[in-house]
């Protein structure tokens, strides 16, 4: 028993080495399959890529460009803003495109378009603008003239880009043309029309300056009206001891003060000084009137002859 499980592992250690190298020749075999069908499937995406481009570039060439016509000539004029070279983003845009008719047939002015072209390559378009229809029939030696507006996006501020403007019209026999008014490169460009951080805050630091000033000027104003009006009020000046009589007349009336002085004025002009009264405040008796003074002449001489006597 023990001699037939020896054999049994001595050829299970022989047989191991075999079976792990057919493994690895399978998987081996396995992941070149795996590689082989991916080139295949990356082989036929590029084939139909290229029969795809192919086909598109047959497309292109069998449509042909209508070609302008030597009969007729355009001019293009912009009105805002005047220079094409800057075209403000965000704000419309204005031109007028001016078409000449120097032949002897009709042409019949269709459509309008304008649309943004990637500089380095002008077949590639960034944006689209509207086309407009215009169906306007231009007779022999006359002349015609066309308006047109678009607003270029704010996303393309500060890009160059190239811009074409095509006039597309057709004549009498029906043969279509296509004059390319504008084509040359412009740059977007941003327009500073708002307030920024630092000419906000100025504005602030002027605004706060000039109430300021308001306020000193207000200030001084109001001191010096002060000033100039205590200067122009009477002062009190107190008499002390310069009265000679040293009477205060403060407690007078004002208009028996001046009742007084109005007395004064008139004996000053009369030249008659007043004579006090002679009489005593204590006597109650009535002073006689004038009338009663007066005496006959005979009562003179009796009061004489009566004095003599004596």
Known sequence: MLRFLKRFLLLLLIALPAITYNNQICLADSVEDVDDEGTVETE???????????????EEESDERPQPSKSAETQILFTKPVTPTDLPAGQIVNFLVGFSNIGDTDFTLETMEASFRYPMDYSFYIQNFSTIAYTRVVKPKE????????????????????????????????????????NETVNIVELDEGLDGETFFLYILMAAGAVLLLVAGQQFLSTFTKRKSGSKSKKTIEVGTSNPNDVDYDWIPKELLQNLNNAGKKDKHSGKSPKPSKQSPKSNKPTASPKSNKTSPKQRKVKRNAGADD
């Open 143 to 182: 002349q015609a003239s066309l308006a047109y507006s678009f607003i270029p996006s704010e996303a393309f501020s500060a890009r160059p880009f190239g811009l074409v403007v095509n006039l597309r019209y057709s004549d009498a026999n029906g043969n279509h043309y296509l004059n390319s008014v504008f």
């Open 44 to 58: 036929e995406a590029e084939n139909i890529v290229e029969s795809v481009a192919q086909t598109e570039t047959e």
